[in-house]
C-alpha cells in the first residue's frame, strides 16, 4: 500500500495556502491519482488497494470524492487562477475505473480551472482493460494520451513481476488506442531478478514493432518491504545485477536510437520533440501542480503538500468539508538545490552550471575528466549527461550537490 507519508506541518482545514508566493506565469499540471488495482504487483510500492483493502470506501464513489478535492482546490487557488498545461492520471490502474468516471474528472478539471488548447491528456492503462469501446470513449471524454503498462513480452518475467496481463492484449491495447486517435505510449522495466539479456531484447524488440510515440524503460529498484524485497530476502530470487543492469540500458537506448526514438531523459524516448510526455517534463521543470487523490503530492509556489492515504480517510475529510490534506513543507535551500539537480541533470536539455553555487561549480569538470559529462556542453555553461552519465546519474548528482 505504499511507503508512510512524510510528516511535515499541519494543512489548514480549508486546504489554504498562507504565506505562499505564486507566480501567475508558472505552468500548471494535475495529477489525479486512482489507487485501485485487481492485484498487487510484487515490486510496486505505490499507494495502491485491492478490493479487500479499502475498507469502507466503493470505487463506485470514488470520483465523486475527487470533484470535491477539484472544487477545493479551484477555491484554494482562485487568486492565481491558470489553465492546466497538462493532466494525468496514474495508479494503480485508471483504467479500472470506467471510462466515463474519468472523464467526468476530466470535465470537473476543465470546467473549474480550464485546459490549454493544445493541453496533453495522459492515461495509464493496464492492457487488459483497454478495449475500442474503452479507448474511444476516453479520447471523445478529452483524453489524448494512452500509456500502455507493457513491462515485458517474456511470460516468465511478467510472472515474476506478479503481473497478471496476457502479453498479446499490449498489441490489442495499442491499437485501439491508435484507431481512437490518441497517442501511445508504452512503459518496460529490465532488470527482473532471473531476466536475462536475451529476454530484454525480446521485450525491446517486441515494443519497438508496436511503433508508439514513446516508450520509457526503467530500471527495477527493489523496494522495502514490497513482496519482491522479500522474495529476495529469503533466496527465492537473485538480487538485480547492476552490470546487467546497465548493458540492458546500453541494448535499449542503441535500439531505440536505430529505430528513430530519441533519449529526453535518463529513463524516456520519443519520435521527435512533440511526442515527448509534457506532463513529466513538468515535474522535471519545476512547474506546479496539484496532485488529487489519496496520497497523491502537490507542488505549488515552492511548498509541498501531500494528501492522506486511505481512500476512506480521503473520502471522509472531503465530505466533511475538509481538506484531505495530512502535511506541508516547504523545502530548504539545500533540498531545493539537490533537487533542482537530481530532476534536470536527467534530461536532455541538462543543467546549466549558472545554477550551481559557485563553490559547486569546479565539481563539473571532474564529471567531464570521467566521461559523466559532455565535454563541449560543459564549456558552453551546460551539464548535459553522457550515455555512461546516464547510468551514473546518481554519483553525478552527489557530485554536483556535497
Same mark, same amino acid.
Given at each position: 500500500m505504499g511507503a508512510a507519508l512524510p510528516l511535515g506541518d499541519p494543512v489548514p482545514r480549508d486546504g489554504s495556502l498562507p504565506g505562499v508566493s505564486i507566480d501567475a506565469a508558472t505552468p500548471l499540471s494535475a495529477y489525479v491519482h486512482i489507487p485501485f488495482c485487481r492485484v498487487r504487483c510484487g515490486y510496486c510500492d505505490f499507494n495502491t488497494y485491492t478490493a479487500d483493502e479499502l475498507r469502507g470506501e466503493r470505487r463506485e464513489d470514488y470520483a465523486d470524492s475527487v470533484l470535491r478535492e477539484i472544487d477545493l482546490a479551484a477555491r484554494v487557488l482562485e487568486p492565481h487562477r491558470r489553465s492546466l498545461s497538462t493532466v494525468f492520471f496514474g495508479g494503480g490502474t485508471p483504467t479500472l475505473l470506467p471510462a466515463r468516471d474519468l472523464t467526468r474528472i476530466l470535465g470537473a478539471l476543465r470546467d473549474r480551472f480550464g485546459l490549454d488548447p493544445d493541453a496533453e491528456v495522459t492515461v495509464e492503462a493496464n492492457p487488459d482493460t483497454v478495449h475500442p469501446a474503452v479507448a474511444t470513449e476516453l479520447a471523445r471524454g478529452g483524453v489524448t494520451r494512452l500509456s500502455v503498462g507493457m513491462q515485458s513480452d517474456v511470460s516468465e518475467v511478467l510472472a515474476t513481476l506478479d503481473r497478471t496481463h496476457r502479453r498479446e492484449?499490449?498489441?490489442?491495447?495499442?491499437?485501439?488506442?491508435?484507431?481512437?486517435?490518441?497517442?501511445?505510449?508504452?512503459?518496460?522495466?529490465?532488470?527482473?531478478?532471473?531476466?536475462?539479456?536475451?529476454?530484454?531484447?525480446?521485450?525491446?524488440?517486441?515494443?519497438?514493432?508496436?511503433?508508439?510515440? $514513446?516508450?520509457?524503460?526503467?530500471?527495477?529498484?527493489?523496494?522495502?518491504?514490497?513482496?519482491?524485497?522479500?522474495?529476495?530476502?529469503?533466496?527465492?530470487?537473485?538480487?538485480?545485477?547492476?552490470?546487467?543492469?546497465?548493458?540492458?540500458?546500453?541494448?535499449?537506448?542503441?535500439?531505440?536510437?536505430?529505430?528513430?526514438?530519441?533519449?529526453?531523459?535518463?529513463?524516456?524516448?520519443?519520435?521527435?520533440?512533440?511526442? %515527448?510526455?509534457? $506532463?513529466?517534463?513538468?515535474?522535471? %521543470?519545476? $512547474?506546479?501542480?496539484?496532485?488529487?487523490?489519496?496520497?497523491?503530492?502537490? $507542488?505549488?509556489?515552492?511548498?509541498?503538500?501531500?494528501?492522506?492515504?486511505?481512500?476512506?480517510?480521503?473520502?471522509?475529510?472531503?465530505?466533511?468539508?475538509?481538506?484531505?490534506?495530512?502535511?506541508?513543507?516547504?523545502?530548504?535551500?539545500?533540498?531545493?538545490?539537490?533537487? %533542482?539537480?537530481?530532476?534536470?541533470?536527467?534530461?536532455?536539455?541538462?543543467?546549466?552550471?549558472?545554477?550551481?553555487?559557485?563553490?559547486? %561549480?569546479?565539481?563539473?569538470?571532474?564529471?567531464?575528466?570521467?566521461?559523466?559529462?559532455?565535454?563541449?556542453?560543459?564549456v558552453r555553461g551546460r551539464i548535459i549527461l553522457t550515455r555512461r552519465g546516464r547510468l551514473l546519474a546518481d554519483a553525478v548528482v552527489r557530485a554536483l550537490t556535497v
Open positions: 492484449n499490449v498489441a490489442a491495447a495499442v491499437r485501439a488506442a491508435r484507431e481512437s486517435g490518441l497517442a501511445v505510449s508504452v512503459d518496460l522495466i529490465y532488470g527482473t531478478p532471473g531476466e536475462s539479456l536475451d529476454q530484454w531484447r525480446q521485450s525491446v524488440d517486441a515494443a519497438l514493432a508496436l511503433e508508439t510515440d $514513446h516508450i520509457s524503460a526503467y530500471a527495477l529498484i527493489v523496494e522495502e518491504g514490497t513482496a519482491l524485497e522479500r522474495r529476495i530476502r529469503r533466496g527465492e530470487l537473485p538480487a538485480p545485477d547492476d552490470d546487467l543492469q546497465a548493458a540492458m540500458y546500453e541494448y535499449a537506448d542503441d535500439a531505440f536510437a536505430s529505430a528513430g526514438y530519441d533519449w529526453y531523459e535518463v529513463s524516456n524516448w520519443s519520435r521527435g520533440h512533440e511526442a %515527448r510526455s509534457r $506532463h513529466n517534463l513538468a515535474y522535471w %521543470r519545476g $512547474h506546479d501542480w496539484w496532485g488529487f487523490g489519496p496520497g497523491a503530492h502537490s $507542488h505549488i509556489g515552492g511548498v509541498r503538500f501531500w494528501n492522506v492515504r486511505h481512500p476512506a480517510a480521503y473520502a471522509q475529510r472531503l465530505w466533511s468539508g475538509e481538506s484531505p490534506g495530512a502535511g506541508r513543507e516547504v523545502p530548504d535551500e539545500a533540498a531545493r538545490l539537490l533537487e %533542482r539537480v537530481m530532476l534536470r541533470v536527467r534530461t536532455v536539455e541538462g543543467l546549466p552550471v549558472s545554477e550551481l553555487p559557485r563553490e559547486n %561549480r569546479p565539481a563539473v569538470a571532474g564529471l567531464v575528466a570521467d566521461g559523466l559529462a559532455d565535454g563541449k556542453e560543459a
